[in-house]
């Protein structure tokens, strides 16, 4: 059988496929994801709204109007006249330093304990210092973040500490006498210690605990208690006072 150039003619062509494509169909098929870009879109915009909105802020912790009532009712307790005001704001500075650390003011150090509550506590009393606004920062500069339960439930009671408070101070003032005062008050104590304690470490314990010489066992357990309250570290007190309340206890008890 011989060569026909006509075969090979056909067999060198190459092979023709027929593609189709439907035009309507690709654009009916992006026009649906389209859609569903935009509806997707809808809903995370939705979703992150919240997130866009200003944040609420939060009522304050101490208003105006509570700290007025808080002045009015130390106003009118017993012994509100011997507090002055001069003092109440260096009793302020005097607690402030016993905190830890001591450099801190009384708005920085409540601002710690409880967020904000500095800021609000300056922001109630106002800017124009009296003597009620004053005793209601010296109350929360004694109790610290508790001085609001004081205050609303004994307001006798916060100024009859205060006036311990001012006492002692001024007695630390007037402590500071002449070299010859001094040898004659402390001969005397000599002759008046007990053979098993020295008498001056009893005093400075006693001092500690806001009681004076011949005070009882139940006397020294009962400020001793209050005092622990008063000063500890998970109430907002001071560590540091709190550790010379015990010191001064167990070394009067011992």
Known sequence: MGFDPRDWSRASRPRQERVTSNVEALLAE???LRREVMRLTRELDLLRRPQHQPPVADPARISREQALQWGEALAGQPGWSSLRQGALEALIVRLNR???PG?????QRLDRLVSG???DLLSAVGGKATKKSTAVLAAFALYGVRASEWLD???KRVVLDLQQQLQQSEARRRGRRTR???RKTDQRKTDQR??????GSRVAALAVLGLEAGASAEAIKQAHRRLVKRHHPDMGGS???FRRVNEAYQRLMA
């Open 30 to 32: 992006n026009d649906a």
């Open 98 to 100: 016993l905190g830890f």
């Open 103 to 107: 450099h801190l003011t009384l708005q």
């Open 194 to 199: 007990t053979p098993d304690e020295p008498w």
């Open 117 to 119: 509550l500095g800021t």
């Open 239 to 241: 560590a540091e006072a």
């Open 153 to 155: 439930e004994d307001p």
């Open 180 to 182: 010859t005062d001094q």
